[in-house]
């Protein structure tokens, strides 16, 4: 049996990326891919368990949208993309659609750090937002250079005055 003091901890996480590339000419392949990520959150915060997910490493920038506006806990991403690479070593062109939601309602949002966010949910949706994102790399000899823009769109959790829910991230 447990003791007073003992809590269990339930939680889990899963990432799959799926993804074909097609060769569209001499120069140029086109890489179409898909990628589902999941991380589990508590919906009874008052129990001895501990339901929500937390990544040790945050490395998300290369994982659920450019912006950085989730961490690997309570969440569920979908994400739709579209890889441009050309023949010049290192080049490509990225662009991808970003559905970020909550795993649960009861649980908080985490921003990119594992803390939870300054942003409020109404705590009866799932939604957090929307986000495009577009980024370009080059390699520019001794270094690679990376540049983007990600436009995101708030979404039926999101608690928010009167002004618009939209904003804009550059990276």
């Known amino acids: 049996g447990q003791s007073a003091n003992e809590v269990s901890i339930g939680a889990w996480a899963t990432a799959i990326s799926l993804g074909i590339t097609l060769k569209a000419s001499k120069s140029l392949k086109v890489r179409i891919g898909g990628e589902f990520d999941m991380a589990s959150g508590d919906d009874d915060a008052t129990d001895k368990e501990l339901n929500t997910f937390n990544n040790l490493y945050h490395t998300n920038h290369a994982h659920y949208g450019q912006a950085d506006f989730v961490s690997w806990r309570n969440m569920t991403a979908f994400s739709g993309n579209l890889k441009f690479i050309f023949a010049k070593k290192k080049t490509w062109l990225k662009l991808a659609y970003w559905n970020v939601n909550l795993n649960t309602e009861k649980d908080l949002w985490y921003g990119v750090s594992g803390a939870p966010q300054?942003?409020?949910?109404?705590?009866?949706?799932?939604?957090?937002?929307?986000?495009?994102?577009?980024?370009?790399n080059t390699d520019a000899?001794?270094?690679?250079?990376?540049?983007?823009?990600s436009y995101l769109m708030g979404g039926d959790a999101i608690v928010t005055s009167k002004a618009d829910p939209l904003f804009m991230y550059l990276s």
């Open 118 to 136: 300054g942003i409020v949910t109404n705590g009866k949706d799932t939604g957090l937002y929307h986000e495009i994102d577009a980024t370009f």
């Open 141 to 149: 000899g001794i270094v690679d250079v990376q540049c983007g823009v």
